[in-house]
């Protein structure tokens, strides 16, 4: 390992959170939105956001949009959670239910497959506590470097 290396932390849960902590402190667009990371683990992900007056569309509900950010984020934290840097591939939504002004959704994401460099990860996005809203699935693809740059494995992997 060189001088300049760090070294992970010990236990998986440990290098998640400090992968979260890192991620989270530059993920500005998820921050302006409202969403709070609310757990991370390795290849899981829960986020939640609050519905505001100004995420509603004409039909006086969420924006789709806004619901697969939010499901798109609880994926991007999920997938990163190893520390290699890990980028969307390809994802795709159905939208189940409506969300309206005032409820807070929830979006759990779990990992289904991981091998070599691509990932499968599925996200469950509800109401806190209730309905589901809607169900994304993700195809992740690791790209070079890490989330939490110079951190490495005892062995020299990254």
Request: contains cysteine; glycine residues 10%.
């Amino acid at each position: 390992m060189s001088a300049d290396a760090v070294s992970p932390p010990a236990d998986p849960q440990d290098l998640a959170e400090a992968v979260g902590a890192a991620m989270w402190s530059r993920d500005h667009a998820t921050q302006a939105l409202g969403m709070r990371l609310d757990a991370i683990a390795p290849g899981r992900a829960v986020l939640s956001m609050p519905v505001r007056r100004d995420m509603v569309n004409g039909h006086a509900i969420c924006h789709g949009g806004l619901i697969f950010t939010l499901a798109d984020s609880a994926f991007a934290y999920a997938c990163n959670s190893y520390n290699h840097n890990t980028v969307a591939s390809a994802c795709h939504i159905d939208f189940l239910a409506p969300a309206r002004e005032g409820e807070v959704l929830e979006a759990e994401a779990i990992e289904r497959s991981l091998a070599g460099r691509t990932g499968v990860y599925d996200i469950t996005v509800r109401v806190q506590g209730g309905r589901t809203v809607a169900l994304f699935r993700g195809k992740s693809y690791r790209i070079g470097g890490e989330v939490i740059a110079g951190l490495q494995q005892a062995d020299g992997r990254t």
